[in-house]
Structures are given as C-alpha cells and as structure tokens.
C-alpha cells in the first residue's frame, strides 16, 4: 500500500494485526499470518539452533524482529523470521529490532507467493552475510551468500546438504520431506525438523 491511513495502522496496532507487516521504503507490505506448517518449522528451528548458538558462543538468534535500513529516506525494514547476530555485534539490538547495520544470518521460511527472495537485495544492501531459505512444503534449503556487494548460492555438497559457515550448521533433507540440521563443529548434534 502506498497510501496508508493512519487510522488502519492504529487499528492493526490495536487488534495485534500488524505483527508481521514490514514497510518497504515507504510502502506498506501485509503479510498474513504463518500457517501451523510455517511456524511449527519456525518453532522447531528456534528449539534448536537457539541453544546451540548460545552455547557455543556463537551469537544471539531472534524470531521476528524489525530488521531497519537507516540510510533509506523513508521508512524501510523487514522481519526475517529468524534473525541472527555473532558474538561481538550485540550492539546492534536496539529496542525496536536491528539497527546500525545488517545482522549475520536472516532465516526466512518460503511459503507460496511470500516475497522472500524481493527482500535479498535489502539484506545485500545492509550486508548480510547469509540468507538462509527453507522452503515451507519440501523443506529444501538454499543458502546465499555475500560475496563483495551481491549475493551467491552456496553449491550442494555432494550428499545434497547446504553448510552455513556463519551460523556453523548444515542443512539435509530427509524423506517426509523432513529438515535436518547438524552442528558441522559436533556431528552427533542435530535435529530432524
């Protein structure tokens, strides 16, 4: 939406609507709520990594947060469903999300006709190390990367896996379809999502 009535934004603020709507450079983007599937992916992810990256000092991993382009001359953020900053750019959480720069890792969880991949460019452009895509109904997972100013796929391994040298695990697909992730640091340690 490029005009945006006051009124509709207090009452989506009121009704607790407005939880995953992002402002793109000024122009008002709406998303529907998750499906059970969406957040139950999104849950189990958190489940994991959450403690795994705490433990192993690697960073903080947060579900739903203001990602904000500062330089924009208007209004501009995303919400990544998982958001992740390494250890030693903690500075970056602001009260109101991530400011003063890109986080590491966004995760976003693809659902049919979402806008994941029109938000890489804005990950680029705050330097984003890695954006991470699962998709919601096959669970295969791709994983681009920065290289100098644009973005990159990281290749399959051979056994089809896809590692995150930032977050330090690796992403497999299982039948189901189901998502495996494994600490590439403890092989043993892994979930099936």
Known sequence: MLEVDPAL???RRRL???RRDEMWEGVLHMAPASTNEHQRILD???????????????GVLRSGINVFDEASSSESYRIPDLTFVAAGRE???????IRG???????????????SYEKLPFYAKLGVREAIIVDRDTKQTEI???????????APEADGSVASEVLGVCFALLDGPR?????TADRSVSSAI
């Open 9 to 11: 934004l207090e009452q």
């Open 16 to 18: 607790g609507l407005d």
């Open 44 to 58: 189990e992810l958190i489940m994991f990594l959450g403690p795994l990256l705490k433990a192993a000092g690697r």
């Open 91 to 97: 500075a970056l959480f602001a009260a109101d999300g």
């Open 101 to 115: 720069g890109g986080p590491d890792v966004v995760i976003e969880i693809r659902s049919p006709n979402d806008e």
């Open 144 to 154: 681009i990367r920065r290289v100098g100013d644009r973005y990159e796929p990281v």
């Open 179 to 183: 998502l495996l992730v494994t600490d």
